[in-house]
């Protein structure tokens, strides 16, 4: 026999799907609220240290070459 999971900050029910439960001043719950926020995609873009080096890297890119890999 299974329980339903319950949130370990407010005591509700966390439910299937990620929704935001209220404590019973009315306020949302901070437990909740980051559960809820974890689950939303990224607003900006991933940092440089997460990306691959395919990803950042500029192959034949608009800038020019470097000089030091002229020969002088």
Not at 5 to 32: E, F, H, M, S
Not at 42 to 50: G, M, T
């Amino acid at each position: 026999m299974s329980r339903a999971a319950v949130c370990i900050g407010c005591g509700q029910a966390i439910g299937p799907l990620p929704r935001l439960n209220r404590l019973p001043d009315g306020k949302p719950c901070p437990t909740c609220q980051d559960r809820l926020l974890e689950t939303l995609p990224p607003v900006l873009p991933a940092p440089l240290a997460e990306l691959s080096f395919e990803d950042w890297s500029d192959e034949g890119g608009d800038e020019p070459p470097d000089d030091y890999l002229r020969g002088a």
